[in-house]
T-cell receptor
Framework: AQTVTQSQPEMSVQEAETVTLSCTYD???????LFWYKQPPSRQMILVIR??????QNATENRFSVNFQKAAKSFSLKISDSQLGDAAMYFC??????????????FGTGTLLAVQP | NAGVMQNPRHLVRRRGQEARLRCSPM?????VYWYRQLPEEGLKFMVY????????ESGMPKERFSAEFPKEGPSILRIQQVVRGDSAAYFC??????????FGSGTRLTVV
C-alpha cells in the first residue's frame, strides 16, 4: 500500500523569505500523481501544485515549485517570496494513475506553516 | 460554475441520532469521493462513487456509515447512531479526469 510522510509538523518563515516543505512517499507503482494542497483556517482544500511522475521536469506555479526526486521518492514544496496569505496547513498527497481500481488520494499528516511579518 | 457544494456547513447531532451530509459535484463531474478529517490529522479516504455505483469503499467503517450517489441529486454520506468519535470534518471532492480533484468546503459534524 502507498504511504505519504510529512516529517515537519510545523514550519515558520519570515515574510518575503523562502521555505521548503518536505514530503516522502512509498509506492511500488511506476506511474502516479503527486499533489500539494493548502488548507487555510477556512478549511477549504486548495490545490497548489501537481506533478506527474512520468515528467522529469519539476512543476512550477508562480511562487510555488516542487523538487521531485523519483528515485528517492521525495516531493518537496518550495514557496518563494512568502506572503502572509501563505500561512496554512499544507498537505502532500499521492494518487495512482487515473483509470485504475481507485482514484483515491492518500494524504500525509500535514505541515502547519506560519508566516512571520 | 459553482464548484463542489457541500451542506450543511456545520451539523450538530446528539449521540444516537442520524447525520446526513450532502455533496453536489461540479457540473459534468461523475466521480465523487468522501474524506474524513479528524482534529489535528490529515484527510482519510472513505469512499469513491460514480453515478449509482460504489467503486471503492475500503475506507468506510463497516457499521453505521453508508454512501450513495443516485442518478439524480447529490451524493449523500449517512451516519447512523452517531457517537462522539464521529465528530470530524467531512469533505467531498469530485473529478471527471486525471486533472485532480475539486474539493468542497466540508461539513463539520459535532456530536454532543
Amino acid at each position: 500500500a502507498q504511504t505519504v510522510t510529512q516529517s515537519q509538523p510545523e514550519m515558520s518563515v519570515q515574510e518575503a523569505e523562502t521555505v521548503t516543505l518536505s514530503c516522502t512517499y512509498d509506492t511500488s507503482e511506476s506511474d502516479y500523481y503527486l499533489f500539494w494542497y493548502k488548507q487555510p483556517p477556512s478549511r477549504q482544500m486548495i490545490l497548489v501544485i501537481r506533478q506527474e511522475a512520468y515528467k522529469q521536469q519539476n512543476a512550477t506555479e508562480n511562487r510555488f515549485s516542487v523538487n521531485f526526486q523519483k528515485a528517492a521518492k521525495s516531493f518537496s514544496l518550495k514557496i518563494s517570496d512568502s506572503q502572509l496569505g501563505d500561512a496554512a496547513m499544507y498537505f502532500c498527497a499521492y494518487r495512482s494513475p487515473y483509470g485504475g481500481a481507485t482514484n483515491k488520494l492518500i494524504f500525509g499528516t500535514g505541515t502547519l506553516l506560519a508566516v512571520q511579518p | 460554475n459553482a464548484g463542489v457544494m457541500q451542506n450543511p456547513r456545520h451539523l450538530v447531532r446528539r449521540r444516537g441520532q442520524e447525520a446526513r451530509l450532502r455533496c453536489s459535484p461540479m457540473k459534468g463531474h461523475s466521480h465523487v469521493y468522501w474524506y474524513r478529517q479528524l482534529p489535528e490529522e490529515g484527510l482519510k479516504f472513505m469512499v469513491y462513487l460514480q453515478k449509482e455505483n460504489i467503486i471503492d469503499e475500503s475506507g468506510m467503517p463497516k457499521e453505521r456509515f453508508s454512501a450513495e450517489f443516485p442518478k439524480e441529486g447529490p451524493s449523500i454520506l449517512r451516519i447512523q447512531q452517531v457517537v462522539r468519535g464521529d465528530s470530524a470534518a467531512y469533505f467531498c471532492a469530485s473529478s471527471n479526469s486525471d486533472y485532480g480533484y475539486t474539493f468542497g468546503s466540508g461539513t463539520r459534524l459535532t456530536v454532543v
